[in-house]
């Protein structure tokens, strides 16, 4: 089975643009969660969807927001890029989001901005 | 609320040695508790997890962790590391809702020859 994948691996912006990474999750999960993970805060919910509906919501500006769609592969947008949003981004996905699942993380977007 | 506090940001250890990561956490509801490992550029994979029942839980690679309600910690350990096992570690803990991980700041294992 493939695993989780994350594209692309590495993403350059500047401040002001918009970016959108993409998530597929392993075949038959259908929840997938997005974290952010940076040497200052370390790893941090952002969203978790199922079956194309947001169930749970972090603590984030609405600038992060995030869709998914009928094929469980999940997407994460985040616009007005700021200094402060450059971390990596993780997807992970599970059966069905319950709370004692094992998730399965992808190798992440690594998101610079300048 | 729930939160996770990791005591040791840095871990060195020589190796074949035992080592001890330690975990407590705050819940005003029942949890599930979860230790994840990071290697270089990759994403987190799982070596345990507790559930219910025995308070000891054995995970891949050979490590283990023991649940103490008491003390509200969840600390890691194996008897022989390995080289290989340099890593940063992750605990979390997850409500009985949806899998919505809160996790700590992580410990950098570091082993050395």
């Known amino acids: 089975k493939a695993g989780v994948t994350q594209t692309p691996r590495y993403l350059i912006k500047t401040r002001g643009q918009q970016v959108t990474l993409s998530c597929s999750p392993i075949?038959?999960?259908?929840?997938v969660s997005w974290y952010q993970q940076t040497p200052g805060q370390g790893l941090q919910f952002l969203f978790e969807?199922?079956?194309?509906?947001?169930?749970n919501k972090g603590n984030f500006p609405g600038r992060f927001s995030g869709r998914q769609f009928s094929n469980s592969r999940s997407e994460m947008n985040v616009s007005t890029l700021e200094l402060g949003d450059s971390a990596l981004y993780l997807c992970?996905?599970?059966?069905?989001?319950?709370?004692?699942?094992?998730?399965?993380f992808g190798s992440g977007t690594q998101l610079s901005v300048l | 609320a729930q939160s996770v506090t990791q005591l040791d940001s840095q871990v060195p250890v020589f190796e074949e040695a035992p080592v001890e990561l330690r975990c407590n956490y705050s819940?005003?509801?029942?949890?599930?508790l979860f230790w994840y490992v990071q290697y270089p550029n990759q994403g987190l994979q799982l070596l345990l997890k507790?559930?219910?029942?025995?308070?000891l839980v054995k995970g891949i690679n050979g490590f283990e962790a023991e649940f103490n309600k008491s003390q509200t910690s969840f600390h890691l350990r194996k008897p022989s590391v390995h080289i290989s096992d340099t890593a940063e570690y992750f605990c979390?803990?997850?409500?009985?809702?949806?899998?919505?991980?809160?996790f700590g700041k992580g410990t950098m294992l570091l082993v050395s020859p």
């Open positions: 992970a996905s599970s059966l069905a989001g319950g709370g004692n699942e094992k998730l399965f």
């Open positions: 979390a803990v997850s409500g009985s809702g949806y899998s919505t991980l809160t």
């Open positions: 969807y199922f079956s194309e509906t947001q169930r």
């Open positions: 507790y559930l219910s029942g025995s308070t």
């Open positions: 819940s005003s509801v029942s949890v599930y």
């Open positions: 075949s038959g999960h259908r929840s």
